[in-house]
């Protein structure tokens, strides 16, 4: 058990103390305010107050945590053993609030205050501190609370935290189920008329010979996605698009015969999560909707999301999907740039800023997506393959969860995709080796 003095216990207080210890390290926190009451505790302590004659790790609160409202904090950033860190501070242990600078990091602070927006409406990767002072790729809120471990055993000899082990789970979201079977005389017809009208000869032929079972449909994928997770005995989750109507919305209908028998079959073999449209985030009734149609498939509660085009404004969309019973949320990680985007690998629970509390959502952040690394950051294979290797290997150090965000055109092996399966390949190979292979992670 951490025992903390500090005086008010204030909801940011309690978030960031027990994201740090029992979200990250398993360990258990208990806060004081009586003098005695600390001075008899057991275990590690820290002095998390102004009063400078106390036992225990000293750290002077910087204030952001017994705040109740958000304004702009200027990006003051200093290094500590090797790290980047935030929210300096004076005569204390460490140089910086360590607690202040978790709270801001994981509630994405940042993106509740104003500025421009990409044309998706979404946070822009590039205005984020991670990405302005180049620490993306560094769980750093992971890295900070082992480092807070090992000053900790070092005050309280025989004592020690249980460090975590690390995860891998394989995520996918099947936004367009196939390219060109199964969609319906009308719209097959339609689509063959405008590759004609259009002159695109190739792309006629290969929607012909799909059509007429000639050849194989290049999205479909799935023979080789689920044999390879049970070769690799790792539990996916796929996320499905029910909604049709709208530029950005292009599934199958939800009472698509195809369609519903994949989703039977898909949630066989893995967990199953909502992929609200693009469009709901203009209308929030069609979250509900898009559930009750995942819900009716599959029989059973939807408790899994994550936003079509990663539409994630905060804390709007979370509200909105709370409001529908979603438990687990798989959006936090940005299109345009692999890394952690709230500095965290670990699955941790939402803290609403706006209503100054934490919530029953539970955030599970991902580090890469395919169209990330060829669509954005114009990678070849070989280099999207080391790229994942280095945030493997940065959450692994730290026992942290690595999310991957794949789908299933990019394992086609054709066209703009050609050579990306082997990077699917690559990632599950050092995924599943560093799984079985660390039962003890070491310190950063």
Known sequence: MVNVFTGEVTPRKEYAFRLLFEIILNDVVEFHSDREQYLCSNGPKINYSGERDLPGLSIQPHGLLSETHVQFYPADLLEWEGEKALFGINDSDLPFDVFAAAFFLSTRYEEYLPGKRDRHQRFMARNSLAVQNHFIEKPLINIWAFKLADLLEQQAPGYRFQRPVFRYIPTFDIDNAW??????????????????????????????????????????????????????????????????????????????????????????????????????????????????????????????????????????????????????????????????????????PFFDLLDNQITSLKIYPFQVMDVTLLNYRNLRALDAIAKIRTLLKQTAEVGGTFISLWHNESLSDEGHWAGWRTVYTEMIQMAVELRNGQNHPTHP
């Not at 149609?293 to 029989?299: D, H, K, M, P, Y």
């Not at 079509?308 to 687990?328: D, S």
């Open 179 to 348: 390219a060109f079977k199964n969609k319906g005389f009308v719209r097959i017809s339609g689509s063959l008329f405008r590759d004609l009208a259009a002159g695109r000869w190739k792309l006629f032929r290969k929607r012909l010979s799909v059509v007429f079972r000639f050849d194989k449909d290049p999205y479909d994928n799935y023979d080789f996605l689920l044999e390879s997770l049970k070769k690799s005995q790792l539990e996916p989750i796929f996320f499905f698009l029910l909604q049709n109507k709208g530029k950005h919305d292009r599934s199958l209908p939800h009472h698509n015969s195809s369609y519903r028998r994949l989703i039977l079959r898909l949630a066989k073999q893995g967990k199953v999560g909502m992929h609200p449209s693009y469009n709901s985030n203009k209308n929030p009734r069609l979250i509900k909707k898009e559930k009750d149609r995942l819900e009716n498939i599959i029989g059973r509660k939807v408790k899994r999301s994550r936003q079509h085009y990663l539409k994630l404004t905060m804390p709007k969309t979370y509200r909105r999907l709370i409001q529908q019973g979603i438990e687990k949320d798989y959006t936090m990680g940005y299109a345009s740039r692999p890394g952690f985007r709230a500095s965290i690998c670990t699955p941790y």
